[in-house]
C-alpha cells in the first residue's frame, strides 16, 4: 500500500499564492504518476495538474496552466502544488493521488491521501 498525507491548506485572499505538500510512504516504488485533483461542492473532483514519477512529463489543466506548478522531490517522496494568483474559484478541497501507470484519468488513480481544504476569498 502507499500512503499520502497532504499539508498546506488555508485561506488565502485573491491573487495570494499557495504551496500544497504531498509526503509519499509506503510502497513507493510502484508509483508512476502522482497528481493533484481538488473538488468543489456540489461538483465533480476534477484533474488539476500531474507529474511522471521517473521524467518530466507534466499536465495541467486548462484553468490552472500558467498559475500553479507541480513539482516532486523524488529523494523526500514528496509532491508540491505551487499555486500562484489564486482565485475564489480555486476554492475545494485539493486531493493527492498517486497511480500506477501515468494517466489522466481520475478512476485510475489507486491512492488517496485525505485532502486538505483551500479556500479564496475575494
Known amino acids: 500500500q502507499v500512503q499520502l498525507v497532504e499539508s498546506g491548506g488555508g485561506l488565502v485572499q485573491a491573487g495570494d499564492s499557495l504551496r500544497l505538500s504531498c509526503a509519499a510512504s509506503?510502497?513507493?516504488?510502484?508509483?508512476?504518476?502522482m497528481a493533484w485533483f481538488r473538488q468543489a461542492p456540489g461538483k465533480e473532483k476534477d484533474l488539476v495538474a500531474t507529474i511522471r514519477a521517473s521524467a518530466s512529463n507534466t499536465y495541467y489543466s486548462d484553468s490552472v496552466r500558467g498559475r500553479f506548478t507541480i513539482s516532486r522531490d523524488n529523494a523526500k517522496n514528496t509532491v508540491y502544488l505551487q499555486m500562484n494568483s489564486l482565485k475564489p474559484e480555486d476554492t475545494a478541497v485539493y486531493y493527492c493521488?498517486?497511480?500506477?501507470?501515468?494517466?489522466?484519468?481520475?478512476?485510475?488513480?489507486?491512492?488517496w491521501g485525505q485532502g486538505t481544504q483551500v479556500t479564496v476569498s475575494s
Open positions: 509506503g510502497r513507493t516504488f510502484v508509483i508512476a504518476a
Open positions: 493521488a498517486a497511480a500506477r501507470l501515468w494517466t489522466l484519468t481520475v478512476h485510475q488513480y489507486n491512492y
